[in-house]
């Protein structure tokens, strides 16, 4: 039963351009979502995060929407730089436990 | 601050051998740890998680187990490995009430 889903597999954008990446939840009792930013043979770095009690978080070029009544989380990046080339996970958590992690979103930045 | 050491990088191992995965963590006490696998083209699933010495919760059926045998590490092991096994382990830590989990670099796991 997957909990956290990232249906596109993968997402390609212009450089300067704005970058969407997508993912739904099941579980109404995830109350703290994150996003996750992996390059290849490494661990996966923290981006930013969001509670269920706010709806935006914003941070540099990175914002986070919240949806609850969808259950639906994005992430936008603007503008999109080459160096955002990675995958990008997000993740959820029922009160401050472990992370379920959806499948991930691997985004490429196109000169 | 707080680092978090994983190894070994690579791995290659026979089907039938044994495996041993350790992972410790810096500059923080009573932390909670976790590992994760990510198998080709897959996203990451949580294998064990850990918030405290001795506490381990399985989170999926499989051929591995993991011990936490002091406060800041953690090991994952398989007395017989299986071809299935092959992945990218990651450890990661967090320390509540924080949610926020960092990652160690990855092991990657080929059983041949």
């Known amino acids: 039963d997957q909990q956290v889903k990232q249906n596109s597999p993968s997402l390609s954008v212009q450089e300067g351009r704005i970058s969407i990446l997508n993912c739904d939840y099941t579980n109404s009792m995830f109350d703290y979502f994150l996003w996750y930013k992996k390059y290849p043979a490494e661990g996966p770095t923290f981006l930013i995060s969001i509670s269920s009690i706010k709806d935006k978080n914003e941070d540099g070029r990175f914002t986070v929407f919240l949806n609850k009544s969808a259950k639906h989380l994005s992430l936008h990046i603007v503008p999109s730089q080459p160096g955002d080339s990675a995958v990008y996970f997000c993740a959820a958590s029922p009160g401050a436990q472990k992370l379920v992690f959806g499948q991930g979103t691997r985004l490429t930045i196109n000169p | 601050s707080q680092t978090i050491h994983q190894w070994p990088a690579t791995l290659v191992q026979p089907v039938g051998s044994p495996l041993s995965l350790e992972c410790t963590v810096e500059?923080?006490?009573?932390?909670?740890l976790y590992w994760y696998r990510q198998a080709a083209g897959r996203g990451l699933q949580l294998l064990f998680y850990?918030?405290?010495?001795?506490?381990i919760s399985s989170e999926v059926p499989q051929n591995l187990s993991a011990s936490r045998p002091q406060d800041r590490q953690f090991i994952l092991s398989s007395k017989k490995l299986l071809l299935s096994d092959s992945g990218f382990y990651l450890c990661a830590w967090s320390r509540p009430p924080d949610t926020v989990a960092f990652f160690g670099q990855g092991t990657r796991l080929t059983v041949v």
């Open positions: 850990s918030v405290g010495i001795g506490q």
């Open positions: 500059g923080t006490s009573n932390p909670n």
